[in-house]
Nanobody, 115 residues
Framework: QVQLVESGGGLVQPGGSLRLSCVVS????????MGWYRRAPGKQRELVAG???????NYADSVKGRFTISRDNAKNTVYLQMNNLKPEDTAVYYC?????????WGQGTQVTVSS
């Protein structure tokens, strides 16, 4: 069973930045497609950013130009750099790993954007 542990969430003012990290257990991290998702209060979970094992990326329209997903295979870690944060980015952010039919999720980290 793959385990994912997110960190880096917190309270930030509008316009600020945060970097989320997700560490994945095991020794096959490099083959996983990775994604960051979020669930805002009263809303469904949505994809924020995805990153394939080959380095391809995709982003939700709402975060394009502000968020960047990246990975460090040597550290079994995927990152989400979030800049120019807005109150509507407030949510619990989840990390997901995918390979064939296997999906694993982290427990989530809270991001709150407020003045």
């Amino acid at each position: 069973q793959v385990q994912l542990v997110e960190s880096g969430g917190g309270l930030v003012q509008p316009g600020g930045s945060l970097r989320l990290s997700c560490v994945v257990s095991g020794n096959t991290f490099s083959i996983y497609a990775m994604g960051w998702y979020r669930r805002a209060p009263g809303k469904q979970r949505e994809l924020v950013a995805g990153l394939t094992s080959g380095g391809g990326t995709n982003y939700a329209d709402s975060v394009k130009g502000r968020f960047t997903i990246s990975r460090d295979n040597a550290k079994n870690t995927v990152y989400l750099q979030m800049n120019n944060l807005k109150p509507e980015d407030t949510a619990v952010y989840y990390c997901r790993s995918s390979w064939l039919d296997y999906d694993s999720w982290g427990q989530g980290t809270q991001v709150t954007v407020s003045s």
